[in-house]
């Protein structure tokens, strides 16, 4: 089965309309995704921001708000910039791995984006992730979960690679080796995760 | 009939993609485009930079060219980036300008972006630039035109216009007073024209 690499930011406004249209698309097209958090901070500290370019640049920052509000509307969703913008996403991420290691990660995912950029709620708030756990969970089992020194090294890890990979910017789809860039560019990647798989 | 401000910097890759698609598309469309070159450069100044965002960012800079590698085969087009890059595009977006006032602005745009990014031309030459003027016209009437006040305040004018607008990259498409940002945008841009005409 044809495999794509979903390389997401919490705190990225573009990852979340990718997010909530990225499982149907591939269910169609026969690839499975492997759902990989990872934080964009350390990648824009390298390049020497300690912001999202949405706020360094205004221009930018005003023009994202107003495709963000046209994109999201023409697939039946809410958009709104969450207060603070960016949030910070450790936390989510962290708790997105350990729902990743069962199978409420991309629930979880899906909730922390609707949360955040339909709702305005903030994320960076223990509680907040805490009931986005969803219900019938152990959510302070997952919040302790999310502490543990193997998932922090993993989304280090998850973190590094994507810097290797070339990773600037978020959403990211890896596919037959190849990246992708931008919510935009997730039909090409499935279409050449496909073609890849069956040559 | 429906009109379209197509915004475009002659050192932009996008722009070049754009450029030679826009022309059959807005055809099937309905649409009117209004060529509008302008300078980057200055927009730029204005949020810090004194170079192209893709050099400034490597791995941007990498993925760019991966990127417009891609979208230019798929539209059966050469891309390779030209060097030195960015090329300084004064002079060819003046002599668009003085082409715009006849017959001749389109063909000439088309042609100065083949040159740059699919032979890997300097259009900062004014030879090269006289050269793409077109056989059996005035190149150096052009060329001397081009120096002329009105024509280098109609540029600078374009580029006021452009930062009103909330212009930080290229290319550019203005529809029923929004603005659309980047190649990708260009069909969405299209139809937005074409509704708002029609009602």
Request: charge should be neutral.
């Amino acid at each position: 089965m044809p495999t794509l690499d979903f390389f997401y930011e919490f705190a990225s406004s573009y990852s979340y309309i990718a997010a909530m249209r990225i499982a149907p698309l591939a269910k169609a097209a026969g690839v499975t995704v492997r759902w990989r958090p990872f934080l964009l901070g350390p990648i824009f500290k390298a390049q020497g921001w300690d912001t999202s370019p949405f706020n360094l640049y205004p221009a930018k920052g005003r023009y994202m708000v107003r495709e963000c509000e046209r994109e999201a509307a023409a697939l039946g969703l809410a958009f709104r910039l969450p207060d603070p913008f960016p949030q910070n996403t450790l936390l989510a991420a962290r708790v997105a791995l350990v729902g990743l290691e069962a199978d409420w990660g991309e629930d979880f995912s899906r909730a922390v984006y609707a949360a955040q950029f339909a709702e305005g709620r903030n994320i960076g708030d223990a509680a907040v992730i805490g009931s986005l756990v969803g219900s019938g969970r152990d959510a302070a089992a997952a919040l302790a979960r999310a502490g543990a020194d193997d998932i922090k090294a993993r989304l280090r890890a998850s973190t590094e690679e994507a810097q290797r990979l070339g990773i600037f910017g978020a959403p990211n789809f890896i596919a037959a080796g190849e990246l992708y860039w931008g919510n935009d560019r997730l039909e090409q990647a499935l279409a050449a995760a496909s073609k890849f798989a069956t040559g």
